[in-house]
């Protein structure tokens, strides 16, 4: 650390301590000595582990965000929630169709919706939650799918819910049934594992098992990249 760095007060849990200015979230909780077992996964935004409440001294408004994204603040009160209850159904896909009636039947409690909005209050991703819920009760499994792609499943919208719902096992079973029935079929994946199926690569993989990490990572840096298009 720098003479210049700026430190700032945060409060962990109620607990006061000075970090430097810049750290995230979750840096400035193993700054303080906090072990994250709970609360931190891939630490790049993606894993929906790291679900952060806070407000500010001057500013009662709870807020949301995820540990590993959001960078500390001057007098940042914070908490984590790694983990909030919630109630996920079973059920084969296989059996399911891609309606909105059919993701009724499994998850009713939607009905429940009131549109208030605090789902989407509450979304560190910035998702349009309520409007997904609402995509699902007009049936149109397409949208839930748009709206809610970038859901990492934090839990932030169903701990936020006041009529307990849990929107983002509504929007997971949603893409599901897109994913199976409705997007368009990729010829290329079905070749794949066509010739996976055919044992066309065991060669090859048992060649690279037997690769030490150096020459795995020269093969890696070396390989042929397709175009994107
Ligand atoms: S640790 Fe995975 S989203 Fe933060």
């Known amino acids: 650390m720098t003479e210049q760095t700026k430190i ?14 810049g750290l995230t979230i979750m840096t400035a909780l193993e700054y303080c000595g906090y072990r994250l077992v709970r609360g931190c996964g891939c630490r790049a935004g993606f894993c929906g582990a790291c679900a952060t409440v806070y407000n500010l001294k001057d500013d009662p408004q709870l807020k949301f965000d995820l540990a590993c994204q959001k960078t500390v603040e001057q007098d940042m ?77 934090c839990g932030l919208c169903a701990a936020r819910c006041p009529q307990g719902l849990v929107p983002y096992n509504y929007a997971l079973l949603s893409r599901r049934l897109y994913g199976k029935y409705l997007a368009p079929r990729s010829k290329h994946l079905e ?38 298009y």
């Open 77 to 153: 009160y914070l908490a984590q929630i790694p983990f909030f209850p919630a109630a996920k159904a079973t059920y084969d896909i296989e059996k399911l169709e891609p309606t909105g009636e059919q993701v009724l039947a499994v998850y009713p409690l939607i009905e429940k919706c009131f549109g208030c909005n605090t789902c989407t209050k509450a979304c560190p991703q910035e998702l349009e939650v309520m409007w997904y819920m609402s995509d699902i009760l007009r049936g149109d499994i397409p949208e839930v799918m748009n709206k809610s792609f970038d859901c990492v499943m």
């Open 8 to 21: 700032v007060d945060i409060y962990i849990m109620g607990k006061h301590y000075q970090v430097p200015e």
């Open 191 to 228: 070749d794949r594992i066509a010739e996976i199926n055919a044992n066309k690569f065991d060669a090859d993989i048992e060649k690279l098992k037997k690769m030490d990490k150096k020459e795995i990572q020269k093969k890696y840096q070396t390989r042929d990249i397709e175009a994107a």
